[in-house]
C-alpha cells in the first residue's frame, strides 16, 4: 500500500472534521443546515484543482465530479463513489479537535477535554486489533465526524491518486458527495439520471473488510392523541388528559424484549424515540425496524392494536396512529444480481483481507438509492463508536479502504461488461 496514502490521509481528513457540518432535524431547508455548503465548496474546488471534470454543486447540496475513464468504456458499467458531509446531530460537533495518537500502544487513550472519558480496548475490543496504528479521536468534548468525513477523504485520496496516475485502467467514475445522511435526507433530492451511474457504493462502513448489503427495513409510526381540555377546576368528568393516554401507550410498547436496548444481529424493534405534548394533545414518535417484511408490518400491527385498546378505554379522545414507508433492505434488490458485492470482496481479497459481512443495523444512503434502481453496497472507512465522544478511527483503516476503492475501479472495468444495474 503506497505509504503516501496516510500522510494526505491524515490531511485531508484532519481538515474536513474541523469544518463544522452537523445536519439538524427537522429542519425545513435544504440543505438542513446552509453550513453544510462550507465542506461542500471546499471540496469542488479541490475536485477542481485535481483536474477532475464535469465538478458542480447542485443547489441542494450535491457535489458531483467526473473520473473521466482510461480505457475504451464500451459496456464498462459508470461507477460512483458516496460519502456524506454532515455529521450527527445527536452530539456537539462544532469546534473538533482531532488528536492523532500514535503508534497505538493498547494503553487505555484519554482526551484533554474531558478527564472522566477513557477510550479503552476492554470496553471496545476492535482497538485490540490496532496496536501500532495511528488513532485519531476528538479531545473529549465533541464527536470526531470520521462519520462520514473519513468517506469524504478516502474518495478524495482515490480520485487524487487516479487523476495523477492515468495509466492505472478503470471505466468512469462518478463522485457525489452529499447533505443530510443522518436525518434521513440524504440523496432524496439527487437526480439518478445527472449522476449517470450504473453502479455505486456508500464509503461508510466500519470495521476493516466490512461490505454491507443488508440493512434494516424501517417504518415510522407517528401517534396524535386529542383529549379533551378544560380548565383544571372545573374538569370533574370532562377532562380528558391526552398526556396520560400517551403514557398508556408508552407503557404498552415492548420493553423487555423487542426494543433496541434487547435486540441484536437480525432481530428488529419498535422504538418510542420522542414525545411531547400537553393535556389537550400529544404526540409519540414510534421508529419500527425489521430485517424482514412481514417482521416491520407485525410491528405496525402492534402499535396500532395498543393505540385501539387504549382508544376503546377512552372514547372521549381521538388517537390516530400514521405508519410511514421510510426505507427498506437494499438486499431485496443486491440479492437479484450481487456482482456489486462480489467485487467487493475480491477488492478486499486482493489486499490479502477476509470481507466481513455484516448487516446494517440502520439505514445507509445506499437503502435509498439501491431501492430506486442504483445498486449501492456500504464499504468500509475504519470508523467506530459513531455519534459521541469517543468515536474514532485507524488512518492505517482509511489507507485500506483507499486500496479497495482503486481495486475496484480497476475491477469493474476488467469484469463489469454489460452491468447496467436494473433502473428502467
Known amino acids: 500500500m503506497p505509504k503516501n496514502f496516510l500522510k494526505e490521509l491524515e490531511d485531508r481528513f484532519l481538515r474536513y472534521v474541523q469544518i463544522d457540518t452537523q445536519s439538524k432535524e427537522n429542519s425545513d431547508e435544504t440543505p438542513s443546515t446552509a453550513k453544510q455548503f462550507d465542506l461542500l465548496r471546499l471540496l469542488v474546488n479541490e475536485l477542481i484543482d485535481l483536474g477532475a471534470k464535469d465538478v458542480a454543486l447542485t443547489d441542494t447540496g450535491y457535489a458531483l465530479a467526473t473520473i473521466p475513464a482510461t480505457v475504451p468504456t464500451g459496456d464498462i458499467p459508470t461507477v460512483a463513489f458516496f460519502a456524506h458531509v454532515d455529521t450527527a446531530p445527536a452530539y456537539n460537533g462544532a469546534n473538533v479537535k482531532p488528536i492523532i495518537h500514535r503508534n497505538y500502544d493498547g494503553a487505555p487513550i484519554t482526551f484533554c477535554h474531558n478527564p472522566d472519558l477513557v477510550l479503552a480496548e476492554d470496553d471496545f475490543t476492535y482497538l485490540q486489533t490496532k496496536h501500532g496504528d495511528d488513532i485519531v479521536t476528538a479531545s473529549g468534548d465533541t464527536l470526531l465526524g470520521a462519520d462520514d468525513k473519513a468517506g469524504v477523504a478516502i474518495i478524495m485520496t482515490m480520485a487524487a491518486h487516479l487523476l495523477a496516475n492515468p495509466e492505472i485502467p478503470h471505466g468512469e467514475i462518478r463522485i457525489c458527495f452529499n447533505p443530510d445522511e443522518e436525518v434521513g435526507r440524504g440523496v432524496v433530492n439527487l437526480e439518478l439520471e445527472e449522476l449517470g451511474a450504473n453502479v455505486a457504493y456508500t464509503l461508510d462502513g466500519a470495521q476493516l473488510g466490512e461490505v454491507c448489503y443488508e440493512t434494516f427495513s424501517a ?148 437503502s435509498k438509492l439501491t431501492e430506486r434502481g442504483l445498486p449501492c453496497p456500504n464499504l468500509f472507512t475504519g470508523m467506530q463508536n459513531l455519534h459521541g465522544p469517543l468515536e474514532y478511527i485507524s488512518l492505517q483503516d482509511m489507507a485500506a479502504s483507499v486500496q479497495m476503492c482503486l481495486n475496484l475501479a480497476q475491477l469493474w472495468a476488467e469484469k463489469g461488461q454489460g452491468y447496467q444495474g436494473w433502473r428502467e
Not at 256 to 285: K, V, W
Not at 300 to 312: D, N, Y
Open 219 to 366: 417504518d415510522k409510526a407517528t401517534i396524535t392523541v386529542t383529549g379533551v381540555s378544560i380548565h383544571p377546576g372545573e374538569a370533574k368528568d370532562k377532562m380528558v388528559n391526552a398526556l396520560h393516554l400517551a403514557a398508556k401507550i408508552a407503557d404498552a410498547l415492548p420493553q423487555d424484549h423487542c426494543s433496541p436496548e434487547t435486540t441484536a444481529e437480525h432481530e428488529g424493534f419498535i422504538h418510542l424515540c420522542e414525545m411531547q405534548g400537553s393535556t389537550a394533545q400529544a404526540a409519540l414518535h414510534i421508529i419500527l425496524r425489521d430485517f424482514e417484511l412481514d417482521g416491520l408490518a407485525a410491528h405496525g400491527e402492534r402499535v396500532q392494536s395498543i393505540c385501539q385498546q387504549v382508544q376503546a378505554g377512552e372514547p372521549r379522545a381521538k388517537i390516530e396512529c400514521a405508519i410511514t414507508p421510510q426505507y427498506r433492505n437494499m438486499r431485496y434488490w443486491l440479492e437479484k444480481d450481487k456482482r456489486p458485492v462480489e467485487l467487493a470482496a475480491e477488492a478486499i481479497e486482493q489486499m490479502g483481507l477476509e470481507p466481513v459481512y455484516r448487516p446494517i443495523r440502520g439505514g445507509t444512503d445506499g
